[in-house]
């Protein structure tokens, strides 16, 4: 057997993928299935995930014979000398493929699913702070905006809660773009921000938080939810600003998901319509969330990571305006806040992928 520092963990894990590759292969040709539109949109997405892993483990399974033949060649003493000589002459080459294959096996294992995920709920609203948290919230808003606005992603605002003085209370987007939870995943968590706040009248420093929670967009075929049976509708006037339509129409839309406890309210849209089918998407996206939190828990309960758990509980970032420092305390590194502010995230983001890439090759 070739010695490449195999993992056996992993390799195990990509003969999974490798089989189910074949079996989604197989059902898409299947007739009835192709018949089946939602089924196949479902699949075919399947299919292009998994196929990202299983062509390449493939390849490296075709190379590691290759270096298994020409060990065995150079091992037999009494064989073609030629052919050793041709053995010897490969076998560095065949070490070098099979070694950078593997490199990229590792590492799209280790991102996983999240690199297939294209749309996601991100989640802000105030801590503590009062006034000055529901600016935060709106600064944070701006930086993800500049930073999704930098890699072509869009951005659309599902729910937003003004405050005074231009703050928000709560504000959730969804986000879309290729691979977009790889460049969010790690924002979840406790965010501070000391400053003197725009409402402070003698110039003292205040600490004020947000949260922020990152959570995959759940698709209908994704999650579970009996709408009549499981989710509780409650229809009413739309609260604040907004005209005539907002006193008179019952817009409102709160769903109630009985099953887990959780709530969504949707009141920003005039059509009751439109409320009702973002507090479904919200809805969704939280439901997969929380199941998903929990079979993680359970598959592993020493690690608790806000990559995709919505832990939002654990600090994870200080915004230091009189420093212009901005701190990630899980990296323990300083970076300029001026740039940070300004959505140029794309270094921390790369120093916080790397942390993640080591604690999960150290848990393996």
């Not at 949109?41 to 390849?59: I, N, T, W």
């Not at 075929?221 to 907002?246: F, L, M, Y």
């Not at 990571?305 to 654990?314: E, H, L, P, Y």
């Amino acid at each position: 057997m070739v010695d490449l520092n195999e993992n056996p963990s992993f390799l195990a894990k990509l003969d999974e993928i490798c089989r189910r590759y074949d079996e989604v292969t197989q059902q898409m040709n299947d007739p009835e299935v192709a018949a089946n539109a939602a089924r196949i949109v479902k699949l075919a997405k399947d299919h292009a995930g998994l196929k990202r892993m299983a062509e390449p483990y493939r390849e490296y399974c075709g190379v590691r014979e290759q270096i298994e033949e020409a060990e065995s060649i150079l091992a037999d003493g009494e064989g073609d000398a030629d052919l050793r000589e041709l053995a010897a002459a490969e076998l560095p080459d065949l070490k070098t493929q099979a070694g950078e294959i593997m490199t990229g096996l590792i590492d799209g294992l280790i991102v996983g699913d999240d690199a297939n995920i294209d749309s996601i709920i991100l989640e802000i609203r105030a801590g503590t702070g009062g006034d000055e948290a529901a600016l935060f919230v709106r600064d944070l808003y701006e930086m993800y905006s500049r930073y999704a606005g930098a890699h072509k992603f869009k951005v659309d605002v599902l729910q937003m809660s003004v405050a005074e003085y231009g703050g928000c209370k709560e504000i959730i987007l969804n986000v879309k773009g290729p691979g977009v939870y790889t460049y969010f995943s790690h924002e979840g968590g406790g965010h501070r921000v000391q400053r003197v706040p725009e409402t402070e009248s003698q110039g003292r420093i205040h600490t004020s938080a947000a949260t922020v929670a990152v959570l995959p967009e759940a698709e209908v075929t994704e999650v579970a939810i009996d709408w009549e049976k499981d989710v509780i509708e409650h229809v009413s006037r739309a609260g604040g600003p907004g005209g005539q339509n907002v006193n008179k129409v019952s817009s409102a839309i709160k769903l109630d998901h009985t099953p887990t406890g959780i709530t969504v309210s949707m009141q920003d849209e005039k059509s009751q319509h439109k409320n009702r089918a973002k507090a479904r998407r919200i809805l969704a996206s939280r439901v997969k969330q929380h199941y998903d939190d929990i079979e993680r828990a359970e598959r592993d309960s020493t690690r608790r990571a806000m990559v995709g758990s919505g832990d939002r509980n654990a600090r994870v970032r200080t915004y230091n305006f009189p420093q212009n420092r901005c701190t990630d305390h899980r990296v323990g590194q300083n970076y300029s806040l001026e740039k940070i502010t300004a959505g140029e995230l794309d270094t921390m983001i790369d120093d916080l992928r790397k942390l993640d890439r080591q604690q999960r090759l150290d848990e393996t």
